[in-house]
């Protein structure tokens, strides 16, 4: 296939499971019958709270995660394919996997991607995130090779990383992803840049479904669900914070045209790093 429609989810989660599960069904339930054949929702689709041990209070594991069983469920009675930006699961360590699903329109798990990429920072605003307190990072990036086409999926902190889109693409990843939870700050800042300059430079589609809002935990989401075409021109955005869904046609034959007009993976080579010692006391 080399067309098909693709749908955001925009999501504000908060501490209970089972009213963010409610909440997504419904908005998926609404792209699928406006004619989404792939639908994105955000990162941590399935409970967003601060406190690490309120995370541990409210996850389980993968198998028995009430959000991944309402999905698949779904995603079977629509006949869709449904990527769950990402679920917090419990990771078997101590830890927790911020975990990215996509499941087949039988209700099928076809792939699964564990974050690689920990946000730890002190931002000027006094915010200060660790992640990697919590998380167990993952080692490996993920493409699912669907009818669709070839899906590259990464998560939200990943975007600033280019390496992992540039090994999806040379492995002939037509779409890229990266939903997330960009907090207001650096979402007003980098968003859109981010999101463009990795289709851009790889000649494919970027879909990111995202986190909006100020969530129930007291945090602050920039929203602003994005899909960009791979010449970098914004297709389909939900310009704002709010809940919902919005739609996009994806067109893999756009990806052939941008890579032949720019060949920049075709054209790459490898190269070393040498540092010329040319620091000299300039004479007074």
């Known amino acids: 296939m080399t ?3 693709a749908a955001c989810v925009q999501l ?8 963010n599960a409610e909440t997504a069904a419904d ?10 054949q792939y639908v994105q929702t955000p990162e941590m689709s399935n409970v967003l709270v601060k406190s690490r041990e309120e995370l541990l209070d409210r996850i389980c594991e993968a198998g028995t995660d009430p959000f991944l069983n309402m999905a698949r469920s779904l995603a079977a009675d629509l006949g869709i394919y449904l990527h769950l930006g990402s679920l917090a699961v419990l990771a078997g360590n101590g830890k927790v996997a911020n975990r990215a ?6 209700g099928s798990l076809l792939a699964t991607y564990d974050k ?13 995130w660790r992640e990697s307190a919590t998380y167990e990072p993952g080692t490996r990036t993920v493409i699912a090779d669907l009818p669709l086409g070839r899906v590259g999926m990464a998560v939200c902190y990943d975007i600033r990383f280019p390496a992992i889109f ?8 037509e779409v890229l992803t990266a939903p997330a939870a960009f907090t207001r700050q650096t979402g007003e ?12 430079e790889n000649g494919a589609y970027v879909i990111s479904a995202a986190q909006g809002g100020t969530h129930e935990d007291g945090r602050e989401t920039f929203g602003h669900s994005l899909v960009v075409d791979p010449w970098g021109k914004v297709i389909a955005e939900l310009d704002g914070d709010e809940p919902g869904y919005m739609l996009a046609e994806i067109d893999t034959e756009q990806v052939a045209k941008a890579r032949a007009r720019i060949p920049a993976i075709a054209n790459e080579r490898e190269f070393g790093c040498h540092i010329a010692e040319a620091r000299k006391e300039i004479p007074a």
Do not use: C, Y
Request: net charge positive; no cysteine; glycine share 8%.
């Open 101 to 106: 699903f996509l499941i087949g329109p039988d």
């Open 189 to 200: 800042a980098h968003w859109h840049v981010l999101q463009r300059a990795r289709a851009i």
């Open 166 to 173: 540039r090994t999806q693409a040379r492995q002939g990843a």
């Open 12 to 19: 504000r989660s908060g501490k209970s499971v089972a009213a």
């Open 3 to 5: 067309s098909f429609t």
């Open 27 to 36: 908005l998926i339930r609404a792209a699928a019958r406006d004619g989404a």
């Open 116 to 128: 690689i990429h920990m946000f730890d920072v002190d931002l000027p605003n006094g915010e200060s």
